[in-house]
């Protein structure tokens, strides 16, 4: 049956009682929504993936495409194995990194992740590594170290990154560098490696090696040389970055005829590419909104031809995009509300329930009069997060009342938010899923105004300069101040506020202008659409290297706007050219720091140091911003 003829029945089954259908899933989330479906194609040797997934592990509550949780996962693989299992062949389940920050369920803890580690380590993933987002903060590394890496003991993998140990300050690799394994069923032989890409905002309890010169390492020059039937490798690295391409170099150099499967993550999109016709990397989007699954068949096992036919071996790839999504759960595994939660799903929902209970994340500080998104509106505009940051937010929070009359530029970086604010209760769990970062304010006193209102373009349109001076000053690339989403270059980091209509959850609807809307309860509104068509709920409408076909649910596609690097707030000063201020305050939030230096020594401030920063206000952002929504949106919703 294709997707086309299945269209019939679930839009039935959309037609009965909803809710009934969903009883997995966390209490309170939004219940999904029927729609057309296309089918896993399995391979001799399968995939699932996570990436990105940022402490979502309970779910979206609020969005109904998304709302399955990590138990309901914890099901979904036990079905898909116990497929694979009857039918002879093999499922792997990959996970890519930056598990944490970006939800309650795992910052709103004291110390953080006090829930996350316990339900995370319930699934049972085979080929896992880090992300930078577990390194930002020394802590998180240290618990990364001390939790998830012995969870998955010979599953973790870290090819090119190091732990110091307090202890003994002795450099230790974080896991094992690489791991050669049989699968269950067909024995088919890999090698796999667990990449990070060339992170350099680590804290120092860690050492992250460039990729390029990993690979030159004997161990890694070795492990290529081993003649497996697969080459799998895992990163915290977008599929279409150089780090994947320097390896793939590297291990195809040595095996001319071997299939080598990538599996990345980092820049929060879904994408799939083939580097040749014996390679397929895919990439799972972020949040846990997206499952991926990929499959490999054909002459998987050398031993499928004669050695002096290893010519002729032949691979064929398929992906698949699977929304996080229990209706879509049931499709794929053919099972149904009673039939489909396992026990140990089922616990693993409880836990996350308790969890999210004793973390009291449903505490309402304010509620949303409206919609504010990230890039389903253009910047600015009234319903730009970005523009209720420009123009409500930081002209009230940043404010150091000893220079409260000193005319200020408050600048803020687009990557800071992570999520959009939907209409409604703004939550605790809101809170970090918007805001997760520790940052704060910072500033430099009595910058020439001259000087100070040049910074702002040169951190939106960092030019080949700007980027060389960054370089050789040892500043990451000014894109990542911008949001995950802009990484990979197919979205512009230089920035211009035309529309951009190509790729992931951004292509450009083609039924007007319609955003999502999000009502009260979190249910999407559809799309009017005439009699003829199917009512398609708004989603993922990935376009990848391979098509448009990559994603389970055909979904409406979703606005996409591109966004600057950073914005700013002009605060106390006057619109005229005449009446500009000789001085300033430059504040900005210190993740920029480093920019902000650079930026400087460009506009003619070149005598700025570290040493002329100081703290402007009290409190991390996400306290501010909180705070400011607990005075300012009354919390009757
Ligand atoms: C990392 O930096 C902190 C604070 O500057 C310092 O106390 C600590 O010794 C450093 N650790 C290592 C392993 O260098
Ligand atoms: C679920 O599937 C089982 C087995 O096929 C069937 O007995 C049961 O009636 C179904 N339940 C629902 C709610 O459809
Ligand atoms: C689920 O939780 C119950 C109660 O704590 C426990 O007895 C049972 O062993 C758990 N089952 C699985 C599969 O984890
Ligand atoms: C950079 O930010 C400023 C201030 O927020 C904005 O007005 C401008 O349009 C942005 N520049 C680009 C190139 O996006």
């Given at each position: 049956m294709t997707w086309k003829t299945r269209i019939i029945n679930n839009v039935i089954l959309a037609a009965g009682p909803l809710a009934r259908l969903a009883r997995a899933a966390q209490q309170g989330a939004a219940k999904p929504v029927a729609a057309p479906m296309r089918d896993l194609v399995w391979g001799k040797l399968n995939f699932l993936h996570t990436t990105d997934t940022h402490g979502w592990h309970g779910g979206h509550l609020k969005e109904s495409q998304y709302s399955a949780d990590w138990g309901d996962y914890i099901s979904f693989a036990h079905h898909l194995r116990k497929e694979a299992d009857e039918k002879g062949i093999d499922l792997l389940l990959v996970d890519t990194g930056d598990r944490v920050e970006g939800n309650g369920l795992y910052d709103a803890s004291d110390p953080k992740g006090k829930y996350y580690y316990d339900i995370y380590r319930e699934q049972d993933v085979d080929i896992i590594c880090t992300g930078n987002h577990e390194l930002y903060q020394a802590p998180t590394a240290d618990e990364e170290h001390r939790q998830t890496v012995p969870n998955f003991r010979n599953k973790y993998i870290a090819s090119n990154l190091d732990y110091i140990d307090p202890s003994t300050g002795e450099r230790v690799p974080m896991a094992q560098r690489y791991r050669r394994f049989q699968t269950k069923n067909q024995k088919v032989d890999i090698v796999a490696f667990g990449f990070l890409f060339d992170f350099m905002m680590n804290?120092?309890?860690?050492?992250?090696?460039?990729?390029?010169?990993?690979?030159?390492?004997?161990?890694?020059?070795?492990?290529?040389?081993?003649?497996?039937?697969?080459?799998?490798?895992?990163?915290?690295?977008?599929?279409?970055?150089?780090?994947?391409?320097?390896?793939?170099?590297?291990?195809?150099?040595?095996?001319?005829?071997?299939?080598?499967?990538?599996?990345?993550?980092?820049?929060?999109?879904?994408?799939a590419i083939a580097y040749d016709s014996k390679s397929f990397a895919i990439a799972s989007g972020r949040y846990f909104e997206t499952i991926g699954f990929m499959s490999v068949d054909g002459n998987i096992k050398k031993s499928d031809i004669s050695s002096e036919a290893e010519t002729t071996r032949s691979v064929s790839f398929s992906r698949r995009y699977?929304?996080?999504?229990?209706?879509?759960?049931?499709?794929?595994?053919?099972?149904?509300?009673?039939?489909?939660?396992?026990?140990?799903?089922?616990?693993?929902?409880?836990?996350?329930?308790?969890?999210?209970?004793?973390?009291?994340?449903?505490?309402?500080?304010?509620?949303?009069?409206?919609?504010?998104?990230?890039?389903?509106?253009?910047?600015?505009?009234?319903?730009?997060?970005?523009?209720?940051?420009?123009?409500?937010?930081?002209?009230?929070?940043?404010?150091?009342?000893?220079?409260?009359?000193?005319?200020?530029?408050?600048?803020?970086?687009?990557?800071?938010?992570?999520?959009?604010?939907?209409?409604?209760?703004?939550?605790?769990?809101?809170?970090?899923?918007?805001?997760?970062?520790?940052?704060?304010?910072?500033?430099?006193?009595?910058?020439?105004?001259?000087?100070?209102?040049?910074?702002?373009?040169l951190l939106n349109r960092s030019g080949p300069i700007f980027q060389a001076a960054g370089v050789e000053a040892g500043v990451p690339d000014p894109r990542y101040m911008g949001i995950p989403e802009q990484w990979d270059g197919r979205r512009g980091a230089v920035v211009d506020r035309d529309h951009f209509s190509q790729a992931g959850a951004g292509a450009k609807s083609q039924h007007g202008q319609k955003p999502l809307l999000m009502d009260g309860n979190g249910h999407g509104q559809e799309h009017p659409q005439s009699p003829k068509e199917p009512h398609l709920i708004e989603g993922y409408t990935t376009q990848d290297a391979i098509g448009d076909d990559g994603d389970d649910a055909v979904h409406s596609a979703i606005d996409y706007y591109n966004i600057p690097n950073c914005v700013q707030a002009e605060i106390g000063i006057p619109k005229d050219e005449d009446e500009k201020p000789e001085t300033v305050d430059l504040v900005f939030i210190d993740f920029i720091q480093p920019w902000i230096l650079l930026a400087l020594r460009f506009s003619g401030g070149e005598s700025y140091s570290k040493s002329d920063v100081k703290q402007y206000v009290e409190g991390t952002f996400t306290e501010l911003m909180s705070g400011w929504v607990k005075k300012n949106w009354g919390v009757d919703c």
């Open positions: 804290a120092n309890n860690t050492v992250v090696q460039p990729v390029r010169e990993t690979i030159k390492e004997q161990w890694f020059q070795d492990a290529i040389r081993q003649k497996p039937d697969v080459f799998v490798v895992i990163g915290h690295v977008g599929v279409r970055m150089q780090e994947f391409k320097d390896i793939f170099a590297a291990i195809r150099a040595q095996n001319w005829f071997t299939p080598i499967v990538f599996f990345g993550g980092h820049v929060h999109i879904r994408d699977i929304d996080n999504n229990l209706l879509g759960f049931y499709h794929h595994t053919g099972l149904n509300e009673s039939s489909f939660p396992t026990e140990h799903g089922r616990n693993v929902t409880a836990m996350i329930a308790k969890g999210r209970k004793e973390l009291d994340l449903d505490y309402n500080y304010g509620c949303a009069p409206k919609d504010y998104w990230m890039t389903r509106r253009p910047y600015p505009d009234e319903n730009s997060v970005y523009t209720w940051l420009e123009k409500e937010v930081l002209p009230d929070v940043a404010v150091n009342e000893e220079r409260k009359d000193i005319p200020r530029l408050a600048i803020f970086n687009t990557g800071g938010i992570r999520f959009d604010i939907f209409k409604g209760a703004f939550t605790k769990d809101t809170t970090y899923i918007v805001s997760p970062f520790t940052s704060g304010l910072k500033y430099i006193p009595d910058v020439p105004y001259s000087v100070a209102r040049k910074v702002i373009t």
